[in-house]
């Protein structure tokens, strides 16, 4: 989208969706959900259907794993945390 990366965003990269779009990621092992917005192109690691901000990590618990099993779904209603 050409929006320089913040670590400390809710933000993601999504090899498909609309940049601007929200969706609500959750950890499928502990249950924490994060509503991110999609601004970057990605993950193009085998397997990977998004890769999240360091902050998104965080919030679902994920960010000593590196990475996690997640379900991912449209959430427009919900806004960006701050």
Do not use: K, W
Not at 4 to 25: I, N, R, S
Not at 28 to 54: E, H
Not at 56 to 68: F, K
């Amino acid at each position: 989208s050409g929006e320089p990366y913040d670590q400390t965003a809710l933000t993601a990269a999504h090899p498909d969706l609309p940049f601007g779009t929200m969706v609500c990621v959750t950890n499928t092992r502990n249950g924490l959900s994060v509503a991110v917005r999609i601004n970057d192109r990605g993950p193009y690691t085998g397997g990977r259907i998004i890769d999240l901000s360091q902050r998104a990590a965080r919030e679902l618990g994920m960010i000593n794993a590196g990475s996690a099993r997640v379900h991912v779904e449209s959430c427009p209603q919900m806004a960006e945390h701050t």
